[in-house]
């Protein structure tokens, strides 16, 4: 069984305000929320004091403005790189910066981060300073070409540094030892957004607007960008990740909104007025991503900065077409996953409790997402492979509660010295390169690593629940209360509830989505319920009668008409 559900206790909730209706009061308290946690505000955000080397870096580039030095900003080929990249372009071009250019490397050519032959790059385009965003910690070789160069190298970055630091003339990164800023778990675009806020009252403090005759810049402009890039990272959104994506948010819906997100919008038929931050998640995101996944991600960032509407559309469409492809790929490769992991699982004890999966074929670009299916379908710490080229393999990992990817690797690493040719990342998500004759041994290393770090009942997902809805409440304007109370995401997870019910009718729609109206036992209600990617070989099951739900209140939107409908995360026949 890879998955229970398991139904979170009550708790005190009496220090939130008495306003709150009664059951957001307790659903915050369980997440966490004290009194501060309620109020959204961007008064409230962190001051950038407490971020280690933002000052620093702030007068370092405000230093290359001013002298008229080019300026190229080294991203990341995902969705934070992208969105952390338009936000400094931007931010910088609004503070007159004359001389600013921004360059991603592709995934294909070069792999991640500032490499010594990005660097080679960034010279032939001659740049004077560089600001990594989303990437940097671990670019130790790259920053040391670039200062061999006599470059100026500003790395910002929220990726966990590894035992040696790059010789960059400042880092900024909230996850380096001694930096007191409270937000572990900011974006790489939120720390991108810090330093550019850092950045404008450096300028102004030096009278710069004045002296140049240039309005002082709005940044809250960005910060649709600087959610989206949030949300699509899946970092956890504590108070302060809330706040930023909360100002986001409301950018969007009241028709704020930078024309590149409102095109990705409408491509992923999204109404930008009802948006919340599952529909940057799952209908943005990922087709920012597919550029970095399959082609360039040039193509995402010049979708985020686009001023023209039509222009928008149209990269937004080709964004679309590419995420399209990524899907198929995906799913032909998941099945091929499947197929050889379903002989080991009629097993259970023959299942390793670390996977790790090749094929030659496979596409670099799709590995994580492929990684991360597997993960939810089996509850054990993936790592898919793929053909790197040059002997090598490339893997993308995705981990469970209880294990540290990044410490993992580590691990491995220290134990195994020269098996992993480089590695980095979170805890929950890395990367890594392997040479491809090394995959039996890596294998068998990973496995061991994993069952010396897990317990058996840790290879059980649990599936937290809110508990039993009351009847009274399965209605329209619970799901609105609910909707409206977020912004919900990682470790701030949105509200989960779970009951017995009767399964009157289903159908598949869609292929592979399970469409299906369900009564709550004392037939007091009836509802419609959707299941997403559903196991073909249980469902649909005419014999199947009663079931035990585990589903989110949604609002359903179909020619202009709203409906409460439940979005099934877990169903199990009962």
């Known amino acids: 069984m890879a998955h229970k559900i398991v139904r979170r206790p009550l708790v005190d909730d009496s220090h939130l305000p008495a306003s709150i209706p009664a059951i957001l009061k307790q659903l915050y308290a369980r997440r966490g929320v004290d009194l501060l946690g309620c109020d959204l505000s961007l008064s409230k955000l962190l001051r950038p004091d407490s971020m280690m080397g933002l000052a620093e870096a702030a007068r370092i580039i405000a230093d290359a403005i001013m002298a008229k030095k080019s300026i190229l900003i080294v991203g990341d080929f995902d969705a934070d790189g992208a969105t952390s990249t338009s936000v400094c372009l931007l931010a910088l071009r609004m503070m007159g910066a004359q001389h600013v250019d921004y ?39 790259g920053v040391a070409a670039a200062k061999a160069l006599g470059m ?72 649709d960008i600087v959610a989206l890039g949030t949300v699509a990272d899946v970092v956890s959104l504590d108070s302060n990740n809330r706040i930023l994506v909360q100002a986001g948010l409301q950018r969007v819906r009241s028709g704020r909104c930078r024309v590149g997100i409102t095109a990705l919008l409408e491509v992923a038929k999204r109404n930008p007025q009802r948006i919340v931050a599952s529909d940057f998640g799952f209908a943005v995101g990922p087709r920012l991503n597919a550029a970095g996944r399959l082609d360039e991600m040039a193509l995402g960032v010049e979708t985020l900065l686009c001023e023209d ?36 699982s009629l097993d259970e004890t023959k299942l390793p409790w670390g996977l790790a999966i090749f094929q030659e074929d496979w596409h670099q670009g799709v590995i994580g997402i492929l990684a991360s299916r597997i993960k939810d379908k089996y509850h054990r710490p993936v790592i898919a492979f793929a053909d790197a080229g040059n002997g090598e393999i490339k893997g993308s990992a995705r981990s469970i509660k209880g294990l540290h990817m990044r410490d993992l690797l580590e691990l491995i690493n220290s134990r195994h010295p020269g098996m992993i040719l480089k590695f980095g990342g979170h805890a929950m998500a ?55 109370a977020g912004p919900w995401g990682q470790a701030f997870e949105e509200p989960l509830f779970d009951g017995y019910f009767s399964v009157i009718q289903q159908r598949i729609v869609g ?50 008409n709203q409906t409460v409908q439940m979005l099934v995360d877990y169903i199990e026949p009962a």
């Not at 400042?170 to 409270?182: L, M, R, T």
């Not at 149209?314 to 995906?330: I, K, P, Q, V």
């Open 103 to 141: 360059l991603i490397p592709n995934r294909f050519d070069y792999g991640y981060g500032l490499s010594p032959e990005i660097v080679a790059v960034a010279q032939s385009k001659g740049a004077e300073v560089l600001i990594t965003v989303d990437n940097g910690i671990s670019s130790i070789e």
């Open 152 to 223: 100026t190298v500003v790395v910002t970055d929220h990726h966990l540094p590894g035992k040696s630091l790059p010789i960059a003339d400042v880092i900024v990164n909230p996850n380096q030892a001694g930096c007191e800023f409270a937000s572990k778990s900011i974006a790489g675009v939120g720390v991108a957004f810090y330093l550019m806020s850092v950045l404008r009252s450096e300028l102004r403090a030096r009278d710069w607007y004045q002296l140049n005759q240039l309005a002082e810049p709005n940044l809250g402009s960005l910060l």
């Open 309 to 344: 509407m039509m222009l928008a559309r149209r990269m937004a469409g080709e964004l679309d077409g590419l995420n399209a492809e990524r899907r198929e790929l995906e799913t032909g490769m998941q099945q091929e996953a499947l197929k050889s992991l379903q002989k080991l």
């Open 430 to 484: 890395a990367g890594l390169s392997l040479k491809a004759d090394a995959f039996s041994e890596f294998e068998q290393a990973y496995d061991k690593a994993v069952r010396e770090i897990l317990k058996p009942e840790q290879l059980t997902g649990e599936i937290l629940s809110d508990g039993e809805l009351p009847v009274a409440l399965m209605n329209l304007d619970t799901a609105y209360l609910l909707r409206d």
């Open 511 to 560: 292929e592979k989505h399970l469409k299906l109206v369900l009564e709550s036992q004392c037939g007091a209600v009836m509802m419609d319920a959707i299941a997403f990617n559903v196991d073909l070989t249980t469902w649909p099951d005419a014999s199947i009668k009663h079931a035990r739900v585990a589903y989110k209140l949604d609002v359903n939107e179909f020619r202009g």
